[in-house]
């Protein structure tokens, strides 16, 4: 029913109505920016590549096949421009974040999750412990846990999302939860 709801969503954007597109915004926002805070773990720059996942996203909107589900799309393009990003940024140690050169001028405002006042001190500890363990593992468990542990994916949409067999998502999974949680007891988190 949801991968219904996108396809129609996407009708609508390529038939010229720009402002749906913020439905497929708000409802994948939160897991795209969990995906690269993930992988690019400052919360402003996160949040900013994530903007700039989503205009990318919009001005490639005309090239999803529908072979896939568009969040298996869309998660393949924020997984190459993250790869891109840490790139180019070793090789630069700056990245330009503005876009120029668009035909056509839109704006995204993603939510900033600090505002949350009911945030709890020690839980906000241990995510920034867990966070910084994740960012160590090799970057293959590490995309893989974040899409099922954080992100809840189920096993075929991240062998779809990462083009790999059943098997190996299992194995990742599996090897990847064992390595994290050996860094967590090393931590006293565990």
Not at 21 to 40: G, M
Request: aromatic share 10%; net charge neutral.
């Amino acid at each position: 029913m949801s991968d219904i709801n996108d396809i129609e969503t996407i009708d609508r954007v390529l038939s010229g109505n720009l402002n749906a597109y913020e439905i497929l915004v708000k409802k994948y926002q939160d897991r795209i920016f969990r995906y690269v805070y993930s992988r690019i773990p400052d919360y402003d720059e996160a949040l900013d590549i994530t903007q700039e996942i989503f205009v990318l996203t919009m001005e490639s909107l005309h090239t999803f096949r529908r072979e896939s589900k568009f969040s298996t799309w869309l998660y393949s393009i924020a997984i190459n421009y993250c790869k891109n990003f840490k790139r180019k940024k070793r090789r630069y140690r700056e990245v330009p974040i503005q876009r120029t050169g668009s035909d056509s001028d839109y704006e995204l405002q993603l939510t900033d999750a600090r505002q949350n006042p009911e945030r709890d001190v020690i839980a906000r500890d241990s995510l920034r412990i867990v966070m910084e363990e994740l960012q160590k593992l090799p970057e293959d468990y590490r995309d893989i846990l974040v899409f099922r542990d954080i992100e809840g994916e189920s096993y075929s949409d991240i062998a779809d999302i990462l083009s790999i067999s059943l098997s190996n998502v299992k194995v990742r999974i599996h090897r990847g939860r064992e390595m994290l949680k050996s860094r967590l007891q090393h931590r006293g988190l565990l």
